[in-house]
């Protein structure tokens, strides 16, 4: 562990709080701007998540917000530390990178907090981020190390080969992904993510994460990904990339995923693309034969957006303790065939009256809304928080207050 932070350090960025909700998003933009200067470390970044949502900036601006007013109570971000830690892993930040991050803030806080970045502030904050860069820096390397030492683990960039590729959805394909080298693969805990390189003709190396889709087995991964609006590298798997395309591929990342084998019910909530981690963990539970209720509840717009129907229908069937159940919000006239069992919305209150919620471990995983809406309505129908367990895509930057 770092060197405690000194009591005046402390009082200083406490005191800087105010000022950081006034400017905290300008010194954030400012930084990426000045890091950004220099390409290899603007290609450590997911370039997508910097554009005009700017949801990376944003959530790192409610990250470092957070730190300012808990210094003096690490203990309660515990949880955005590790997901922090096993992001960067994901994208390969190692300890060299941090010197760049602290310069480039530093920076920004003086430049535009002009003459209130006094040399003090200045210094505390310096203290600050090194504090908190030592303690990531210490987890991300426990993470390296148990990466590289499991069967079938590797640092760095590894060379996948597609080897198969299904359209599941009018938006979603899947992909199978195999080692060029032949050898096994890390078994991946379910629900957890891959990061990929992205390396295509006159354009900066891109970075994204896509969810495993499939139980762990050693041998492959698959991913499978929807086409989003005008989405670089979706439209690029979409359209260009075919079986026998080879892909540069970081060991699984995240700290959402199922545990071992469950001793509670387990209900497991997507809306939308959210459904492929879900559709790894209730491939998990099916192979385990898991003796606990298992429910997956599932929101799709309508059947032509809807992927892995079947496969979720064929995993839930003859198992006695597994239920799935799939709502349409608009329904087509061609989608009277089963393929979903509502129409409409689900709402916390259904999924309070139809499974066993709040005695059960919930996964949830979708839009931002549809996160807000059931994270927060489950905490105030008395389901424990740390019960429910849930799966941003793409930067955290928050739960909406109300959906």
Same mark, same amino acid.
């Given at each position: 562990m770092p060197k405690p932070l000194s009591p005046s350090t402390i009082g200083i960025v406490k005191a800087t709080v105010p000022a950081l909700e006034a400017h905290g998003f300008q010194i954030v933009r400012t930084m990426y701007g000045r890091m950004f200067q220099n390409p290899a470390i603007r290609d450590l970044f997911n370039q997508s998540h910097h554009g005009d949502g700017a949801s990376q900036p944003k959530a790192l601006t409610g990250a470092i917000l957070a730190y300012a007013r808990n210094i003096d109570n690490l203990g309660v971000l515990s949880a955005a530390v590790e997901r922090i830690a096993q992001k960067?892993?994901?994208?390969?930040?190692?300890?060299?990178?941090?010197?760049?991050?602290?310069?480039?803030?530093?920076?920004?806080?003086?430049?535009?907090? &002009?003459?209130?970045?006094?040399?003090?502030?200045?210094?505390?904050?310096?203290?600050?981020?090194?504090?908190?860069?030592?303690?990531?820096?210490?987890?991300?390397?426990?993470?390296?190390?148990?990466?590289?030492?499991?069967? &079938?683990?590797?640092?760095?960039?590894?060379?996948?080969?597609?080897?198969?590729? +299904?359209?599941?959805?009018?938006?979603?394909?899947?992909?199978?992904?195999?080692?060029?080298?032949? &050898?096994?693969?890390?078994?991946?805990?379910? &629900?957890?993510?891959?990061?990929?390189?992205?390396?295509?003709?006159?354009?900066?190396?891109?970075?994204?994460?896509?969810s495993v889709s499939s139980a762990p087995n050693g041998r492959d991964y698959r991913i499978s990904v929807k086409r989003e609006p005008h989405g670089v590298v979706s439209g690029w798997l979409h359209d260009e990339a075919q079986v026998g395309t080879v892909l540069k591929v970081g060991a699984p990342a995240g700290e959402f995923f199922l545990e071992g084998v469950p001793e509670r019910p387990v209900v497991l909530l997507s809306g939308g693309v959210g459904l492929t981690p879900m559709a790894s963990i209730l491939a998990a539970l099916a192979e385990a034969r898991a003796q606990v209720p298992v429910h997956y509840v599932h929101a799709a717009r309508d059947g032509g957006v809807h992927a892995l129907g079947d496969e979720v229908r064929a995993l839930v069937a003859d198992r006695p303790n597994f239920s799935a159940c799939t709502f349409y919000e608009t329904p087509r006239a061609e989608d009277g065939d089963g393929r979903y069992d509502v129409s409409g919305r689900v709402t916390v209150d259904w999924l309070l009256a139809n +499974?066993?919620?709040?005695?059960?471990?919930?996964?949830?995983?979708?839009?931002?809304?549809?996160?807000? +809406?059931?994270?927060?309505?489950?905490?105030?129908?008395?389901?424990?928080?740390?019960?429910?367990?849930?799966e941003y895509f793409g930067p955290a930057e928050g739960l909406p207050a109300a959906a």
């Open positions: 960067h892993v994901g994208l390969q930040i190692l300890p060299e990178h941090y010197p760049y991050v602290a310069e480039a803030l530093l920076g920004a806080i003086k430049e535009v907090l &002009g003459e209130a970045a006094t040399e003090p502030v200045l210094a505390a904050w310096g203290e600050a981020y090194w504090f908190l860069a030592d303690i990531l820096i210490e987890r991300e390397a426990a993470i390296y190390r148990h990466i590289a030492d499991a069967e &079938g683990g590797w640092n760095g960039w590894r060379e996948f080969r597609i080897v198969a590729r +299904t359209k599941e959805s009018d938006a979603i394909a899947s992909f199978t992904l195999a080692p060029v080298d032949g &050898g096994p693969v890390l078994r991946h805990k379910p &629900g957890q993510y891959l990061t990929f390189w992205i390396e295509q003709p006159g354009r900066p190396a891109l970075k994204r994460n896509y +499974t066993p919620a709040r005695e059960a471990d919930i996964y949830v995983c979708g839009p931002r809304g549809f996160l807000a +809406t059931f994270v927060h309505g489950l905490e105030a129908a008395g389901v424990p928080a740390a019960n429910v367990h849930y």
